[in-house]
């Protein structure tokens, strides 16, 4: 028997080598294969670190970590390392506010300034700067704000008030009458959670979300066990960002976690184990076309029809398109050194998680979304994925 066993340690890598991955289309390729493609798309663009969980059936069928943590050092990348997860906070912090939904705790269209019992803007701040509502003293117009509009990106706020000229937030359009992303309206609904429930934001995420889920390295906060393994951001010329531990918890933005924790989050979600049926579907109908030329930037004010055909849309904490394969839900994240897209389509159990430590990721999302599961859905110009043989002709 102890042979047997020594023997089945040996050839689990070829095993694993062999391991025969289904992508939308039908077509099939090896993990062999995808670690040769990842490896070549990685040293073409200069990315430094990368991690990839593909999902099919709805299970995890191929999870690794590519390159290092910190190219300076040469320590590896493991799926067990931390990762900052930016905007993927948005996608975790949605599946906690559909899980107070069903508990009755939030309706998704009552103004949430109703749940307090005095207007919001009077509230001493507790925090450095992102519950401070004062500026809204004036405006009429964050009263007509409910959980479903932050959710959807249509609160009417900025994406962050320090980008208002003179800093100071404001309701920059009728709640519920147009997309545009908005990092402040999922904190708007997180503060008022908070103060609904009198639990912080990890103390809701540990109980709703990350215990239900097998999630022990998350938080959105900075905790002491990160300290053993963590990876350092990389700027497009491969320098070091130095490491921010310091962010209090922002649903929109401060996630910490790890390739194998975000891969149990997702996994979590296609199997409903925190979510109902219902309350998933919910989640991934759609609030809102978008017909914007690109998410961000001037090209965000002009309309276009270059994705009609997959009807991008915004459900409830995370973007949408129809496809031959049913809805495709996706969430990107983007920072300082990191970059993270996934996209899943529950009709079928298929997914990808792609987080990256490095500034030049997003250059090779394209390529890998088609080589890892056949998505050529994914609206990549929309996003700002320039793959890295075409940036030059920018």
């Known amino acids: ?74 320590e590896p990348l493991k799926t067990s390392t931390n990762l900052y997860g930016a905007s993927l906070s948005k996608a975790v912090f949605a599946v906690l506010v559909m899980k107070l939904v069903e508990e009755e705790v939030l309706d998704l269209d009552k103004p949430l300034q109703e749940y307090l019992p005095k207007p919001i803007y009077t509230y001493t701040p507790q925090t450095k700067w992102h519950d401070d509502y004062s500026a809204l003293k004036n405006d009429s117009l964050y009263r007509n704000i409910t959980a479903r509009m932050c959710l959807a990106h249509t609160s009417g706020f900025p994406n962050w008030r320090w980008v208002e000229p003179d800093q100071k937030l ?21 503060v008022v959670l908070e103060k609904l429930t009198g639990k912080t934001l ?3 995420m540990q109980q709703k979300v990350f215990v239900p889920a097998g999630m022990t390295q998350s938080s959105y906060t900075w905790q002491p066990r990160f300290e053993q393994d963590y990876a350092l951001g990389h700027k497009a010329n491969g320098k070091l960002y130095q ?7 922002r649903s929109a933005s401060t996630l910490e976690t790890t390739p194998d924790d975000y891969t149990l989050f997702t996994q979590a979600v296609l199997q409903h184990k925190i979510l109902t049926p219902a309350t998933t579907h919910e989640m991934f109908s759609p609030q809102i076309r978008i017909r914007s030329v690109k998410q961000f930037g001037p090209l965000s004010q002009r ?12 459900g409830l904490g995370w973007g949408l398109l129809r496809s031959p394969h049913g809805v495709g839900a996706f969430k990107e994240g983007h920072g300082d050194g990191f970059q993270h897209y996934s996209i899943i389509f529950p009709e079928t159990g298929a997914g990808v998680i792609i987080m990256s430590n490095s500034d030049n990721a997003e250059s090779i999302f394209k390529e890998l979304l088609k080589s ?8 990549w110009y929309w996003q700002g994925y320039i793959p890295y043989n075409k940036q030059a002709a920018k």
């Open 303 to 314: 309309d276009t029809t270059a994705n009609d055909a997959i009807a991008l849309s915004y």
């Open 372 to 379: 890892t599961i056949g998505d050529s859905y994914t609206p």
């Open 243 to 249: 490491k921010d531990k310091d962010n209090e918890a």
């Open 170 to 190: 404001r309701v920059k359009f009728k709640p519920g009458t147009r997309y545009s992303y908005s990092g402040e309206g999922l904190v708007y609904l997180q």
């Open 202 to 204: 990890d103390e809701l």
């Open 1 to 74: 028997m102890k042979y047997l066993y020594v023997l089945f340690l040996a050839i689990l890598p070829l095993i694993t080598q062999a391991q025969t991955i289904t992508r939308l289309d039908g077509s099939k390729t090896t993990a062999k294969a995808l670690d040769q493609k990842i490896n070549q798309l990685m040293q073409k663009a200069q990315v430094q670190g990368l991690a990839v969980t593909i999902f099919n059936k709805n299970q995890p069928m191929y999870k690794k970590a590519f390159g290092y943590k910190s190219f300076q050092t040469k």
